[in-house]
């Protein structure tokens, strides 16, 4: 089975749910760009109140910040890890690549879980998180269509890809997952 993983896909189609599902089941660390920076703004720490202002319109935090954050959690990882929300443009890609040869590991599997705009739309609006309401959610989505989407063509052109329609129950679109990583 594949335990080097990466989860693409744009917001509200299920990354964080389905990667607590397949981490708990395969012992994987899931590795949530996300919910660590959520993390640092619940503690209030100074890189938290910066990142606050920008996740909550739907921005991208700096390169540099996340980066940070990735290569202390990566490193003495042989477990198999989860990478869910990173990277999310091409320069995250690209300055990955570096901190994985370090460590003497590569992705193995890139999985992109798919799902339609006004779907998503619904699934984020009842969670209500504080990036939840319909004008950040629709800023997220255009970012993530300008600088997350490229990575799709990246992913793709090195033969990692494979796609999932997130279009279903929640226990329907993790056994999809499990197929795809045998
Ligand atoms: P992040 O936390 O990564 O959020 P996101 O990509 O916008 O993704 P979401 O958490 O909204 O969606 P998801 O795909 O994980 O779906 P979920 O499983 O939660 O990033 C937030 C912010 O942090 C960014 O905007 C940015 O500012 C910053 N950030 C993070 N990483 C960064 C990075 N690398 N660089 C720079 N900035 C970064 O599901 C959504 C809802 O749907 C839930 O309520 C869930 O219960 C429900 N649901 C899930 N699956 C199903 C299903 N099959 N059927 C019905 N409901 C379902």
């Known amino acids: ?22 981490c708990k089941t395969n012992g994987l660390l ?15 720490s100074a890189l ?3 990142a606050e202002l920008i996740m909550n319109k ?6 540099s910040i996340v980066l940070s954050i990735v290569e202390k959690k990566l ?13 999310r443009n091409l320069q995250q890609a690209e300055s990955l690549q ?12 890139v999985l992109l879980i798919e799902l339609d705009n006004q779907i998503l739309i619904e699934r984020l609006l009842s969670r209500g998180r504080s990036d939840d ?9 255009e970012v993530y269509r300008e600088k997350t989407a ?4 990246h992913y793709s052109h090195q033969g990692l890809l494979k796609i999932i329609q997130g279009d279903a129950t929640i226990d329907v679109v993790a056994n999809r997952i499990e197929a795809a990583l045998n």
Do not use: C
Request: net charge negative.
């Open 1 to 22: 089975m594949k335990k080097r993983l990466l989860f693409l896909g744009p917001p509200g189609a299920g990354k964080g749910t389905q990667a607590d599902i397949l």
């Open 75 to 87: 490193d003495g990882q042989d477990q198999g890890w989860l990478l869910d929300g990173f990277p």
């Open 48 to 50: 938290g109140q910066q």
């Open 98 to 109: 570096p901190l994985l040869e370090k460590i003497g590991q590569s992705i193995e599997l």
């Open 30 to 44: 899931h590795l949530s760009t996300g919910d660590l920076l959520r993390a640092e703004v619940s503690a209030g």
């Open 58 to 63: 739907g921005e991208l935090v700096s390169d």
């Open 133 to 141: 309401n319909e004008g950040v959610i629709r800023h997220r989505l």
């Open 150 to 153: 490229p990575l799709i063509e």
